[in-house]
Nanobody
Framework: QVQLVESGGGLVQAGGSLRLSCAAS????????AGWFRRAPGKERELVAR????????YYADSVKGRFTISRDNAENMVYLQMNSLKPSDTALYYC?????????WGQGTQVTVAS
């Protein structure tokens, strides 16, 4: 079992930055890929960024490439999402995931609102 708790969301002006954190508990966390997803109002949930178990491989959605950076610290059981140059279109509920969309674990989400 893995439990995930996100933090770091909030209200920010366009062009600003936020750093999301995901604290994980559970012995299997370090073995799993981890990712950040988001769901904007009226839209489907989408993958924002993903990182493999040891941090050597990352993936980013085209919409966030060059602006967002995912990282992890397995010693501390943490996953981070540094978000720069935020846009109003980044407004969404952001979820941390461990182990993939199917059969993986999810946090409760943290709200990010970007004002224009």
């Amino acid at each position: 079992q893995v439990q995930l708790v996100e933090s770091g969301g909030g209200l920010v002006q366009a062009g600003g930055s936020l750093r999301l954190s995901c604290a994980a508990s559970g012995r299997s966390f370090w073995r799993n890929n981890a990712g950040w997803f988001r769901r904007a109002p009226g839209k489907e949930r989408e993958l924002v960024a993903r990182i493999n178990w040891d941090g050597t491989n990352t993936y980013y959605a085209d919409s966030v490439k060059g602006r967002f950076t995912i990282s992890r610290d397995n010693a501390e059981n943490m996953v981070y999402l540094q978000m720069n140059s935020l846009k109003p279109s980044d407004t969404a509920l952001y979820y941390c995931n461990s182990g993939g969309q199917v059969g993986g674990y999810w946090g409760q989400g943290t709200q990010v609102t970007v004002a224009s």
